[in-house]
């Protein structure tokens, strides 16, 4: 059973780089079935995928393309974790983030415990 | 405007039936992406209740049953017991947008 552990600060300043760390129990980041992924709730947008990084031999990345210029997702294969990073960032941005984890066409069967980030000065 | 699109909300009495439908489009649920669904309580991330359409996971009970057709699915729950008020959400993926996609949610209400 994969368990996902979220860890980040919950004030960004605008403008600034929003970083959050996802680590994982009960599978590798490394896995070529698993995928990695992003995902953030707020009132106004509802639930919104923002990205998700895999291995297949290598690592992809794919993200949404509404944050596609902002947004980095990269594993850490040696704390066995994965982190997203979204820079300049504004108040539209405060959300609570999940990190998730699945596999193509089984949807997403691991939630983080969710953050709660606010961008405000 | 999610690209997902659900009612906003259905109610039902204990022990009744209620179905939550998801409307998409060619270039998502009807360009043959798989559509699963979650279950989100107040506070908690959503849970996984089907997966790939009609697939229930280990411990969902079946009561809770998917469908697909066309560019819709649909989510029905028999046996409705107070516990299932909660919010659910289809999600798929778009090859226009080359991401995942989730509806808008919908609030099931236990009269």
């Known amino acids: 059973q994969v368990q996902l552990q979220q860890s980040g600060p919950g004030l960004v300043k605008p403008s600034q780089t929003l970083s959050l760390t996802c680590a994982i129990s009960?599978?590798?980041?490394?896995?070529?079935?698993?995928?990695w992924n992003w995902i953030r709730q707020s009132p106004s947008r509802g639930l919104e995928w923002l990205g998700r990084t895999y291995y297949r031999s290598k690592w992809y990345n794919e993200y949404a393309l509404s944050v596609k210029s902002r947004i980095t997702i990269n594993p850490d294969t040696s704390k066995n974790q994965f982190s997203l990073q979204l820079s300049s960032v504004t108040p539209e941005d405060t959300a609570v983030y999940y990190c998730a984890s699945g596999h193509f066409g089984s949807g997403w069967g691991s939630w983080g415990q969710g953050t709660l980030v606010t961008v405000s000065s | 405007q999610s690209v997902l699109t659900q009612p906003p909300s259905v109610s039902g009495a204990p022990g009744q039936r209620v179905t939550i439908s998801c409307t998409g489009s060619?270039?998502?649920?009807?360009?043959?992406?798989?559509v699963h669904w979650y279950q989100q309580l107040p506070g908690i991330a959503p849970k996984l209740l089907i997966y790939?359409?009609?697939n229930r996971p280990s411990g969902v009970p079946d009561r809770f049953s998917g469908s697909k057709s066309g560019t819709s699915a649909s989510l029905a729950i028999t046996g409705l017991q107070a516990e299932d008020e909660a919010d659910y959400y289809c999600?798929?993926?778009?090859?226009?947008?080359?991401?995942?996609?989730f509806g808008g949610g919908t609030t099931l209400t236990v009269l």
């Open positions: 999600q798929s993926y778009d090859s226009s947008l080359s991401g995942g996609i």
């Open positions: 790939g359409n009609n």
């Open positions: 060619n270039s998502n649920i009807g360009a043959g992406h798989d």
């Open positions: 009960g599978d590798s980041v490394s896995s070529n079935s698993g995928t």
